[in-house]
């Protein structure tokens, strides 16, 4: 699958280097189509990687993977512009405010989500959040936690969120793993997460843990 990757940072190479494993064509997004990180990584990653910028990478994308800075997420999307309109939209970003110093604030939260703002700012993508509640290597890797754990979607529509699970199965992710909270309202929760990772992995000295939702 053609897959526009918007992101140059630890994600953005995680997710497209995992991609291009898997035998899909992926261009890199950056503000700037020179942005050397992501031509770095094109050249390191052979024949089905290449960079672009934001527009370029969505253009190309069947599939779109936000993975900017969340303050930063609504500015790179609207340079994509009508690139995503009817296309799979994975948004993996958390809206960290890191202005005031350790720990981050959110920079939306309880009534809101960045997943609801950047699914109202393009009605015709498909938003998808998901992944945003582990660190990049596990987002690919998820079997670097030696359990069982899980991940979550949530989207409006449904057909978006089975390329977005199929797409996560890829990575590694059993689909019983898999769970589906529903709308894109759900990101709301998803993201508010964010602080309770944040102290978990104080507590615990790694980025590198998850957790898995058990029912009676
Ligand atoms: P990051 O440093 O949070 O984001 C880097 C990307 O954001 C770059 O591509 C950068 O563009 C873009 N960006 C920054 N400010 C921007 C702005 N004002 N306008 C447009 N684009 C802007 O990188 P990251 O650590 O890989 O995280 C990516 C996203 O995933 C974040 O939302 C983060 O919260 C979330 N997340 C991260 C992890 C993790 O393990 N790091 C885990 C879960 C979720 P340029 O390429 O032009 O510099």
Redesign the pocket.
Known sequence: MRIGV?????????VATRLVELGHDVVM????AT?P??IAWADSTGAHAAAGD?AAAATHGELVV????????L??LA?AGDALAGKVLLD?????DFSGGMPPSLAVANTDSLGEQIQRAHPRARVVKT???????V?VHPGLVAAEHSVFVAGDDAEAKATAAHLLEQFGWPRGSILDLGGIQAARGMEMY?PLWLSLRSALGT?VFNVRVVRA
């Open positions: 918007l992101g140059t940072g630890t994600v953005g190479h995680a997004g950056s503000r700037d942005n990180k992501a934001f936000n993975a900017t800075a969340g303050t930063g997420s500015a790179a340079a993996i970003a958390n809206a960290l992944l945003n509640t582990v660190t990049a290597d987002m964010l980025a």
